[in-house]
């Protein structure tokens, strides 16, 4: 009997939800059911699309900086003459993909109390209050990562830019074709971006939307790196047109509580903050000024992945100061539910990250092509059940012979090994399965009676 890790039933959607209202669902267009495997290939599934281009594929090819961008980049990096920039760009690149998040001051507190018990079990000798807080702080020094604020200046903002433009426009553009193509009807008129740096999330919601986003409002502490994105705008130069028409600039977030964006934007910010509470401070401000979607990006890595979970539940379980939109709030990417992350609950936490091949700024050592690996969520405010609910691909997908190996993220809130054939799931989701890739949704729903059981795999009969 064709029963698979628990499901009774695996049903491919025949109309998927577009925008923020859910569409009924047409005629399945395949099934399995109890020892019987039935595909119907008349479904308007696909909608006379190839396989190839199902409704759950997400990922861009090869993102490219608009010209304007790369060459004023390229401009003002060989106009400033920085010294050893190659060098200088490699190494800024290596310190902010090693950076850990900063130590809280309980967790502080906490490790000094350790060590000074220890150090009272394992010394022989008395030892003066002195000498003990001397050893105890000493040996903090050496265990703890010491995390310190980066000051943008100049040289450091022009360097920033070498290393960081052309890979977090990438991920951005990411992120924002995934709210273009899953809701086309989406036309966001005002944008918020805060630690804006050097404009990179302007210029890729530009290239996603053009003309529909009127006012775009970059906020950031260095008054160099403000400077710098107007710089980029206006082709290198201070007196130029701008490219990207409606962008203001400020160094700190517009003062009213009144004032809301249809898109929030936070990217690569977060982490430079100093401590949780500024973060959780940030992330309800940011959250209050949403009218649409709130996207936050971070770097691929545990930490990163880690801020962006703490910042989503911050979101979906804490109380809004002073709400001014009384909708709740629901993940609309890359989780498909609001439960605990499983990827952090597992007995070898991982992250949760994705990756976006691009081109890079074509400076002499950037020539080759090169991938950005992120980590994202994206909220929106709204009902959860206002959303698609399809498995997300959390893996590189394992193409073999006559089967595909997918790992899934589910709406159970539980991690799934998905092995896919045509025999026992049908042909048109093998080929589907066949042509997704990691970060995609697999167009997999599951009835609500039959819920799948997280103790066995999908290739499991």
Known sequence: MATVGGLRYLVLSGRWRRGLRAA????????????????????????????????????????????????????????????????????????????HLPVEPEELQRRAVHLEEKFLENSDLPQTEEKLRGAVFHALRKTTYHWQELRYNEGLSLVYMAARLDGGFAAVSRAFHEIRARIPEFQPQTLLDFGSGTGSVTWAAHSTWGQSLREY???????????????????????GEPYVPGV?????????????????????SLSELPSKADRAEVVQTLWRKTLHFLVLVENGTKAGHRLLMDARDLVLKGKEKSPLDSRPGFVFAPCPHELPCPQLTASKPLACSFS???????????????EEKFSMVILARGSPEEANRWPRITQPVLKRPRHVHCHLCCPD?????????????????????????WGDRLPVITPSEFPPSPSQDLSES
């Open 413 to 437: 809130g539980h991690m799934q090994h998905a092995v896919v054939t045509a025999r026992r799931h049908g042909r048109d989701l093998y080929r589907c399965s066949r042509a997704s890739s």
């Open 356 to 370: 976006q091949a691009y081109h890079p700024i074509p400076f002499k050592w950037n020539k080759k092509p090169k």
């Open 24 to 99: 009924p669902q047409s005629r399945a267009l395949a099934a399995l059911v109890p020892g019987v495997t039935q595909v119907d290939n008349k479904s308007g599934f696909l909608e006379k699309r190839p396989h190839r281009q199902h409704p759950g594929i997400l990922q861009l090819p090869h993102v490219r900086l608009p010209r304007a961008l790369a060459d004023a980049a390229q401009l003002l990096l060989l106009e400033s003459a920085v010294p050893s920039a190659e060098k200088q760009v490699q190494a800024l690149t290596n310190y902010l993909w090693s950076r």
């Open 248 to 268: 203001f600039f400020r160094q700190f977030l517009p003062v009213s509580p009144k004032v809301q964006f249809d898109m929030v934007v936070s990217a690569f």
């Open 217 to 239: 409002m970059c906020v950031d502490s260095s008054a160099a790196m403000l400077n710098l994105a107007e710089k980029l705008l206006k082709g290198g130069s201070e007196s």
